[in-house]
């Protein structure tokens, strides 16, 4: 049996990102799961990423923090808006500082996992499929060698359940609210052309669960940008039309699954392990 935790927005090496983690091991301990790991929702190093992979912030931001956390516990971690940065000439930004971190990472067996911009990964009967949705910071052609590459990916896995991770929100609740033109694209034809069943984000700092209709199907959207950073004190629930806000909190806190052969049960806990929500995907 496998479990997996998610978070994003998480690295300020702030109390509260130090909380959340004492909640995460807590909760590792009650529950003595053997293999699980921690899905990283992108701002993983606030305010501008880091400037290369040797970097202090990857200590005081990412090590530190979750130190607690044995090594045996790995993070699949995506690229957030902060983590790329801000330098006005070089679209790439910081980005690569946490691919390259990774390969440090590695070499010492550490936690921290980014192979590349986007990749996927499998454990147990989940696939997950990281995406880079930084597009502004792509160009158009490097964008769609990412969503080809994603949909030959889903389409050709077998795994039972198939769950896109990246950074920013498809839509919320939240300041960010629906995503821009680009990436509304890349993600419905994403999720027009394969039979992916989640989408997991962060990018606003609550936590959420959306159900957005598709041309023949219900998606769930999942948004869980609540592991440090503030937390949002205002809320919308105006999320589209074409979609309906079962859940949403701004306490600090993480999401967590244990998928079985039937179902998906996505757990909500703030940093004092209180259970706020519970949302079941079926199939």
């Known amino acids: 049996m496998i479990s997996f935790y998610f978070l994003g927005d998480m690295g300020d090496g702030s109390k509260n990102q130090y909380n959340v983690s004492k909640a995460i091991k807590k909760k590792m301990d009650s529950d003595k799961v053997t293999d699980t790991f921690i899905v990283g929702l992108g701002d993983n190093i606030y305010e501008n990423g880091c400037e290369d992979c040797f970097d202090n912030q990857f200590k005081t931001k990412f090590e530190n923090p979750y130190r607690n956390i044995p090594d045996s516990v790995k993070f699949y971690m995506c690229l957030g808006n902060h983590d790329y940065g801000i330098k006005e000439l070089e679209k790439k930004g910081n980005s690569q500082s946490q691919i390259d971190y990774a390969k440090l990472s590695k070499k010492k067996n550490g936690k921290w996992i980014m192979p590349s911009n986007y990749y996927n990964h499998k454990k147990g009967n989940v696939e997950f499929f990281v995406i880079d949705t930084n597009l502004y910071n792509l160009t158009h052609e490097e964008a769609r060698v990412q969503l080809e590459f994603m949909k030959d990916k889903i389409n050709k896995s077998r795994s039972k359940w198939k769950i896109v991770c990246g950074h920013h929100t498809w839509r919320s609740m939240g300041y960010h609210g629906t995503a821009d033109n680009n990436l509304e694209d890349f993600l419905n034809e994403l999720f027009n052309t394969t039979n992916a069943d989640a989408y997991m984000c962060g990018h606003d700092h609550s936590k959420q669960i959306i159900q957005k209709q598709m041309n023949n199907r219900e998606v769930s959207l999942i948004v869980c940008g609540t592991g440090g950073n503030d937390c949002d004190t205002t809320r919308s629930y105006n999320v589209g039309s074409d ?14 699954c ?6 998906l049960k996505i757990q909500f806990f703030d940093d004092k392990n209180n259970l706020e929500y519970v949302h079941i995907i079926e199939k």
């Open 243 to 256: 979609s309906k806000l079962l859940f949403g909190s701004t306490n600090h806190g993480y999401g967590y």
């Open 258 to 263: 244990i998928p079985s052969k039937d179902e």
